[in-house]
C-alpha cells in the first residue's frame, strides 16, 4: 500500500491502541486543539487549575515525547503557536525548539504568509515540516514553490477536507487536484490528507493514492476491522450535496510569495488554535 497511515490525535493512549489495533502505525499529527483535549489537560481545566505558558509547553513536550517512544521510527507532527500577530520569527523560533523535542518531529506551520516564510527558512536548514490548515491548491502550489530543494518526504502539505465539507464543498475535490497538480513536481511535498471524519473520507484518500492519511481513531478503527482493504477505482466516494472543487491550471514555478494564499478557513482555523490553547493558560 502506497498510503502510509497516521494517527490524528494528542492522547498517547490511543496511540497504542492504534498501533494494536493495525499492527503498524507510520506517524501521528497533533494540533493545539487536540493536545486541549487529552484527559490530563481536562482533568486540570474542570478542576479549575489552569496552565502558564511554560507549564503548556512542558505538558506539550511531554506528550509528544510519549507518543515519540511508542512510534520510534514514525513521524510525529508537532503544531507551532500561531495566531494572526505572530511573525514569520517567532514562528522559527518555536519550531527550532520543538524540533530539539524528539528525533522524529515534523514541525506544523500554518500556510499563511508568515507561515511560509518561515517554512521556506526552515527547510533549507533541513528541518522536516508540515504546513497545515491548507483549504486552496493555490496554497499548496505555495508550498511546494516556498520548500524547493527540500529532500523526499521532507515536507507535508494537509489540506483539511471536513472543513471544506462542512461548508458545502467537496473537500475530496482539494485532495484530487493537489495530488494531480505535483505530479508535475519533483515529489519533495507529500500530500497528507487531513480532517478526516468519516470512513468514506479514509477510503477515498487510499483510492487516490494519497501519500499520507491521518485520522482519529473512529475513522481508522471500521477500516482495520474490515481486513485493512484498499478500495479500487469501482470505489464510488458518495459526495452527496457537496459542491465539486474544479482543478485549475497552476504552475510549480512561481516565486511562493506569487501566489494567492489567503483563505477564510485557514484565518478561522488559526484563531480556534489559538483561542483553544490559551483556554488553558492563566
Ligand atoms: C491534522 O493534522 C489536523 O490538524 C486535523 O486533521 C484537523 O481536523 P479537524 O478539522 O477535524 O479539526
Known amino acids: 500500500m502506497k498510503t502510509k497511515i497516521f494517527l490524528d490525535s494528542g492522547d498517547p493512549a490511543e496511540t497504542k491502541q492504534t498501533l494494536d489495533l493495525l499492527g503498524y502505525l ?59 500577530q505572530t511573525t514569520a520569527q517567532t514562528m522559527i523560533e518555536q519550531a527550532r525548539e520543538m524540533n530539539q523535542w524528539i528525533p522524529n518531529a515534523w514541525i506544523k506551520l500554518p500556510t499563511t504568509s508568515e507561515g511560509l516564510k518561515a517554512a521556506h527558512e526552515l527547510s533549507q536548514e533541513g528541518m522536516r515540516l508540515n504546513l497545515t490548515l491548507c483549504f486552496s491548491q493555490e496554497q499548496a502550489a505555495a508550498v511546494y514553490a516556498a520548500t524547493k530543494g527540500a529532500g523526499k518526504g521532507d515536507i507535508f502539505v494537509s489540506p483539511f477536507i471536513g472543513r471544506l465539507d462542512d461548508r458545502g464543498e467537496n473537500g475530496m475535490d482539494l485532495i484530487a487536484n493537489i495530488v494531480k497538480m505535483y505530479q508535475a513536481g519533483d515529489g519533495h511535498v507529500e500530500v497528507l490528507t487531513a480532517s478526516v471524519r468519516n470512513q468514506d473520507h479514509f477510503l477515498e484518500a487510499l483510492r487516490l493514492q494519497t501519500d499520507i492519511i491521518t485520522a482519529p481513531l473512529k475513522a481508522i478503527q471500521p477500516w482495520a476491522e474490515a481486513g485493512q482493504k484498499v478500495p479500487g477505482n469501482d470505489y464510488i466516494y458518495p459526495k452527496g450535496a457537496l459542491s465539486s472543487i474544479p482543478y485549475q491550471e497552476i504552475s510549480l514555478d512561481q516565486d511562493w510569495s506569487a501566489y494567492n494564499i489567503q483563505h477564510d478557513l485557514t484565518d478561522k482555523g488559526l484563531e480556534k ?3 483553544d490553547w490559551n483556554a488553558l493558560i492563566g
Do not use: M
Open 26 to 84: 507510520d506517524g501521528q499529527t497533533t494540533n493545539p486543539s487536540l493536545i486541549v483535549k487529552h484527559p490530563d489537560a481536562q482533568a486540570r481545566f474542570q478542576s479549575g487549575q489552569k496552565f502558564s505558558q511554560q507549564e503548556i509547553l512542558d505538558f506539550y513536550k511531554k506528550v509528544i515525547q510519549q507518543i515519540s517512544a511508542i512510534i520510534p521510527a514514525g513521524s510525529v507532527s508537532v503544531e507551532v503557536y500561531a495566531d494572526a
Open 273 to 275: 488554535f489559538a483561542s
